[in-house]
């Protein structure tokens, strides 16, 4: 059974910092390419970021310089580190999972909460 589960979100003042962590079970890690996604009340849900089972990163404009994106597959965990946060970086954040050679294995963890106080 696939579980993605997200956990580091929280409250936290304009231009500090969160990690948030993606832990995966129930497939094979090193075959998926992984992303974090988010959601706004009232907004459709976005890319931030992704990295692919190769290693390779792509990252929304709005959050260049700021998150970065990073796997470790030893632990079957994916991060992001997200630094100089702005109150429009508040949302839910979900971690994705894509199979890179079966994209029609899709999966999403349950999101965990940011919110950047002004």
């Known amino acids: 059974q696939v579980h993605l589960v997200e956990s580091g979100g929280g409250l936290v003042q304009t231009g500090g910092s969160l990690r948030l962590s993606c832990a995966a079970s129930?497939?094979?890690?090193?075959?998926?390419?992984m992303g974090w996604y988010r959601q706004a009340p009232g907004k459709q849900r976005e890319l931030v970021a992704g990295?692919?089972?190769?290693?390779?990163?792509n990252y929304a404009d709005s959050v260049k310089g700021r998150f970065t994106i990073s796997r470790d597959n030893t632990k079957n965990t994916m991060y992001l580190q997200m630094n100089s946060l702005k109150p429009e970086d508040t949302a839910v954040y979900y971690c994705?999972?894509?199979?890179?050679?079966?994209?029609?294995?899709?999966?999403w963890g349950q999101g965990t909460q940011v919110t950047v106080s002004s």
């Open positions: 129930g497939f094979i890690f090193t075959f998926y390419n």
């Open positions: 990295i692919t089972s190769g290693g390779r990163t």
């Open positions: 994705n999972a894509v199979g890179a050679a079966s994209p029609s294995h899709n999966y």
